[in-house]
């Protein structure tokens, strides 16, 4: 039986007979295992020639990355090599398959969703339709699945990093920069710096003020002694790295240009300005292009040891050392590639995910909890709130400073993590513990893959686009600037 599907070759994955498929309720998917295999292999995902200059506007790309594309259903009655008469037209009319799907319908009545190269009304493709229709009991095109925005090229990335939740410069009133003109210019002018910045052209530096260099040189001093006892061994080594390349030290602000250098040639991640906090949506689909949106104005100086939003401290002490580490760098990839076109309902999930790892995250070493989420590496005050040693039967109460005595801790898993809300303003009342940092990311990709997708994205590093498995039409949360 194994036989008589001869597509083996070219899907492992349905190497299986489709009488096995009725006893599983799993589909299978063909774009998994292509993807893995690409990643173990390195090969070149099928059909990637989509030549893009990188000098076009993003319109351009758009048509060349977009290749036509048709989706059909076929249903087909269980016998054995079904599947592999069906398959064979496609290679007779040479009509490239992107993906392939099956799902059972009956006990024995399987759905083939087919994706291809080409568009109804070409010839190899109505041949194909033709041949196929005697041979499927069902036999329908689909349309074009209708899906939110998201960049397919890494310049897209510049039409959404203007779309900050708060202009970037809108500080709330209970903000400590609020009454300080001073401060409020000096934001002002690093967020018009960055909202000019577009993809290719050189990352801006930023001359530091002697006040803006204490107020790094505090949060350091405080940090510095913290790190050596809670940070994991990843984080540790990785600003080993930082101190030697990339100019850290308490005496002066790195500047994001050396750093993203740096990045580059160590994981081949990348920083990028934004002038302010983003969605959710925006910022994920940033991770996907292996890109993190990057501030760069420092917290007011009255408050040294606390910021109510990401600032250049955080970024650079708790963000940017993790990103010198692969696994780290191909889970938060994970998690942005996820996100492309996802609901808005999945991308809360997700940014849920995020924040209980990305930010907030603690992973086991030699028994001990460490931290390797950005939010705590860079907050002294809670990095030893979440991983002080306790004794296991210590249950949290509320103490005197209205915190929490000690945090929850729950094994990190996606699906619980998910659905966990989280306050921003105070210490995070329950932490997810990782295995490893390599546990934390099989879990996350066994997640992602089990979420129900618009499609499967892949990266291509060398085109820096991604690669998507089916025809879909990005026309909800469109940025004006595309048009
Ligand atoms: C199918 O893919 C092959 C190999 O990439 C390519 O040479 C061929 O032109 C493609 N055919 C069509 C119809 O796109
Ligand atoms: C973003 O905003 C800046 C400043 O307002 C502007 O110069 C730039 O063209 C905008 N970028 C895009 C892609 O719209
Ligand atoms: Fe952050």
Known sequence: MMHSLRTARLLPRLAVSARCLSSSPDYMNYETWHRDNYQQHGSQPLNSHHAINGNHPPSIQDKQTELPRTSVLMELSDRVGALHDVLKYYWKYDVNITRIESRPVTSNKFDFFVDFHGRVGDANVNALLMALKGMTDKLLVLDEKEVHWFPRHISELDLIANRTLDAGTDLQSDHPGFNDVEYRNRRALLAEQAMKYRMGMELPSTEYSEDEVKTWGVVWDKMEGLLEKYACKEYKKSMNLMKKHCGYSRHQIPQLSTISSFLQLQTSFRLR???????????????????????????????????????????????????????????????????????????????????????????????????????????????????????????????????????????????????????????????????????????????????????????????????????????????????
């Open 273 to 483: 300005p934004v002038a302010g906090l983003i969605s959710s949506r925006d910022f994920l689909n940033g991770l996907a292009f292996r890109t993190f949106f990057c501030t760069q104005y420092i917290r007011h100086p009255s408050m040294p040891l606390y910021t109510p939003e990401p600032d250049i401290c955080h970024e650079l002490l708790g963000h940017v050392p993790m990103f010198a580490d692969r696994d780290f760098c191909d889970f938060s990839q994970e998690i942005g590639l996820a996100s492309l076109g996802a609901s808005d309902e999945d991308i809360l999930k997700l940014a849920r995910c995020y924040w209980h790892s990305v930010e907030f995250g603690l992973c086991r070493e030699d028994g001990v909890n460490k931290a390797y989420g950005a939010g705590l590496l860079s907050s002294f005050g809670e990095l030893e709130y979440a991983c002080k040693p306790r004794s296991d039967d210590e249950v949290p109460s509320i103490g005197s400073d209205g915190h929490p005595t000690c945090p929850q801790i729950k094994p990190w898993d996606p699906n619980v993590a998910a659905m966990q809300d989280f306050p921003i303003t105070t210490y995070q009342p329950v932490y997810f513990l990782a295995e490893s940092l390599q546990d934390a990311k099989v879990k996350m990709r066994k997640y992602c893959e089990e979420l129900p997708r618009p499609f499967f994205a892949l990266y291509n590093a060398q085109m820096e686009s991604v690669h998507i498995d089916r025809p879909v039409r990005r026309c909800v949360g469109v940025p004006d600037s595309s048009s």
